[in-house]
């Protein structure tokens, strides 16, 4: 008889599974029986609660975008400025929660699942899409009609710098913050 209740709790604790196991691996090559050992349950289960590996992987992809989307909404609480707006939402791409060994490693192998699985595209064009929509939202009443490039460099600095971070052994989320404030403070006025 299953447990009344156990299914959330099982389904985090295969999706944390997925970003520890992958994080470590550096590589989406992972079996399931890997990920529901680390998760501590059966492959069956794991299997059971989302159909498939490339399932599994999505509901993983699903929850770094959402943990990092909560990061984002409060850091942006209390912003006032679009200066402020803009800092906040660079601060919560490279704070601690988002900018972690794991999670870094698990945002670059979901984009090499991207390449290759529609719905993991579809979820990383929403991502940059909405990153890009709010850099330049806030860069307008700063730089005008550079926005949208000062967004662009802005959005490919990011994703660089966590590309750089997942093929080293340093996730350094202060140094990475800083080197995105280096190329704010020239080209804000």
Known sequence: MPKLGAEPIRKAAIINAVISTVGRAGT??????QIARAAGMSPALAHHYFGSKEQIFLAAMRHVLTQYGRSARAALKGAGTPRARLLAIIHASFDDVNFH?????AWLNFYALALVEPQAARLLHVYHRRLHSNLVNDLRPLVGAEADHVGRTLGALIDGLYLRAALSDQVDG????????????????
């Open 174 to 189: 202060a140094g990475a913050e800083g080197l995105i404030l280096d190329y704010l403070k020239k080209v804000l006025p």
């Open 28 to 33: 989406l090559d992972v079996t399931v029986a």
């Open 101 to 105: 060994r794991e999670t870094v490693a």
